[in-house]
């Protein structure tokens, strides 16, 4: 399996221009002052569903060929990616079957539910999510879509950076969050041919730090037991996602649950507008100064906005 080049990122971005949303990009001056830099906001917040997966998800749908897309796509997720593939599933009028451990908030099922997707639910663990997951592949013979480690799911991805720098050109650095590490292979393969002097590092909560540990480590070190708020940055690196960070990312920088949780309050307060725990990682990592920031220009991909407004990490 090959990582896209720069040219299948261009190809996904056409393929999936009619279907989602290019966001916008915000500025700060309160921010900006804070940090003491110039600060540039993709805002995949306000994209389908919510947050960026809905590109990836999109254009792996749409690279089916009919005799594929007729028996359909199927993935396990309780997260952002279930919801984006059976919007994509539903676009192009195919069926998504979605694999969701019964323990699965109510508001994601029925999020997935109503984007017509077919829930098929399992016990809250991995091999069962396989196993079922498996089971549906063989009966259906539908398409597995991974939710990063799949070449077309990184080329979607990769999307955003192409409108952010085309929006905002001569960056020096450019700052997505990692979980699986699908948004930020695609990132940092634009900017690597793009804008080359630009520096991608990919933040990462210090509880669910295996992202980091595996670039230091030469190896992929899998997400054990990871505790943070930030749940959309809990799973392991893929092998492709894994080979593209080594070649292009730059740097992987941890951040606290406390400056997460500051970043993220500070963008609803000052930014008005709503991001959840995992895009401000990110955020947190330029309060932390976890690098000299002084006086760049700096991208930043707010990667999400879903969020259990019950349940905001401030409420006592």
Do not use: C
């Given at each position: 399996m090959t990582h896209p080049t720069l040219i299948e990122i261009q190809q996904a971005a056409e393929r999936i221009k009619p279907?989602?949303?290019?966001?916008?990009?915000?500025?700060?001056?309160?921010?900006?002052?804070?940090?003491?830099?110039?600060?540039?906001?993709k805002c995949e917040n306000f994209q389908k569903v919510g947050a960026f997966k809905f590109r990836g998800a999109c254009n792996a749908v749409f690279s089916l060929s009919e005799s594929e897309a007729r028996r359909g796509v199927a993935t396990h997720s309780s997260g952002n990616h279930a919801a984006?593939?059976?919007?994509?599933?539903?676009?192009?009028?195919i069926p998504a079957f979605i694999v969701m451990p019964k323990t699965a908030p109510e508001v994601k099922k029925a999020a997935v539910a109503g984007y017509g997707g077919k829930i098929v639910f399992c016990e809250p663990t991995l091999a069962a999510r396989e196993a079922t997951l498996a089971k549906i592949v063989e009966e259906t013979g539908a398409t597995f879509i991974h939710p990063y480690n799949?070449?077309?799911?990184?080329?979607?991805?990769?999307?955003?950076?192409l409108e952010?720098?085309?929006?905002?050109?001569?960056?020096?650095?450019?700052?997505?969050?990692?979980?699986?590490?699908?948004?930020?292979?695609?990132t940092a393969i634009v900017a690597s041919e793009l804008s080359p002097t630009t520096q991608v590092i990919g933040t990462e909560p210090e509880g669910a730090d295996d992202a980091y540990r595996s670039l230091q480590e030469?190896?992929?070190?899998?997400?054990?037991?990871?505790?943070?708020?930030?749940?959309?940055?809990?799973?392991?690196?893929?092998?492709?996602?894994?080979?593209?960070?080594?070649?292009?990312?730059?740097?992987?920088?941890?951040?606290s649950e406390k400056a997460i949780i500051t970043g993220m309050r500070h963008v609803w307060e000052r930014m008005k507008i709503i991001i959840e725990p995992s895009a401000a990682v990110p955020v947190?990592?330029?309060?932390?100064?976890?690098?000299?920031?002084?006086?760049?220009?700096?991208?930043?991909?707010?990667?999400?906005?879903?969020?259990?407004?019950?349940?905001?990490?401030?409420?006592?």
């Open positions: 279907y989602i949303h290019r966001t916008p990009v915000f500025t700060s001056s309160s921010l900006n002052h804070m940090v003491q830099a110039d600060l540039f906001f984006a593939l059976a919007l994509a599933a539903q676009r192009r009028g799949d070449p077309r799911v990184i080329a979607g991805q990769g999307t955003a950076t952010l720098l085309a929006e905002v050109p001569e960056l020096d650095i450019i700052m997505t969050p990692v979980g699986g590490g699908g948004l930020l292979s695609g030469g190896r992929i070190v899998p997400s054990i037991q990871p505790h943070t708020i930030a749940d959309g940055l809990l799973t392991s690196l893929g092998d492709l996602t894994f080979a593209i960070l080594q070649k292009y990312v730059q740097k992987i920088v941890t951040v947190g990592a330029l309060f932390e100064r976890k690098i000299d920031f002084t006086g760049k220009r700096i991208g930043i991909i707010l990667s999400g906005g879903n969020v259990d407004l019950d349940r905001l990490p401030w409420r006592s």
